[in-house]
C-alpha cells in the first residue's frame, strides 16, 4: 500500500462523522428531559418580562402581525394569554390586512419608452449644436461611448423638441 493512501481516510469516512454527529444530536434532543425544557420556557418567558419592563410598546412591523396573527390562529385561547397583543389588537391588524388588500389601487405598469433624463437630453442638444454637421447616428455613437445607451431616434427628436421649447 502507498503511503499517501495510509494517510488519507475513505472518501466515505467524512459522511459517516457528520451522519453520526447528527443522529448523536438527535438522540439527545429526544432524551431530553421535560425539566429542561420547561427550564428553557421558564427562562424564555423571564426574557420577555425583562423587555416587557424596557419597551412600553413595542414596534411591530407587518410581518410580524402576519406571523403572530397566524399562530394566533393555530393556538387555541388559554395558550395566548401573556402575549404582547390582546385579541382585538389581532382582530384589528386582520380587519386592516384585509382592507388594504381589497382597497389598494392595482399598479400600473409603464408602457413604452422610459423617459429620458434632463442631463442626456442637455448633453444631447450640447452636442447637436457644439456639432452642427454631426448626425443623430454619430451623436448616438459618442453617447455610447460615454455608456449612456439611447435610441437613435431619441437622439433625432431631442434637439427638435429643444428648438421647439426654446
Known sequence: ????????????????????????????????????????????????????????????TDDDTILLGAIAAALPRPLRQGWLMTPETLLRWHRRRIVRHWSQPPKQKRRGRPPTSAELRDLIVR??????????????????????TIAKTTVWCSPRRALLIA
Not at 475513505?10 to 457528520?18: E, M
Open 1 to 60: 500500500m502507498d503511503s499517501d493512501q495510509a494517510r488519507c481516510p475513505p472518501s466515505w469516512v467524512p459522511v459517516f462523522r457528520i451522519l453520526y454527529r447528527f443522529l448523536a444530536s438527535l438522540a439527545r434532543l429526544a432524551v431530553r428531559s421535560g425539566r429542561s425544557k420547561d427550564l428553557q420556557i421558564i427562562v424564555l418567558q423571564h426574557q420577555l418580562n425583562v423587555l416587557h419592563r424596557q419597551v412600553d410598546r413595542p414596534a411591530v
Open 127 to 148: 452636442l447637436a449644436t457644439g456639432n452642427p454637421i454631426w448626425g443623430h447616428r454619430r451623436i448616438q455613437g459618442e453617447l455610447a461611448r460615454l455608456r449612456h
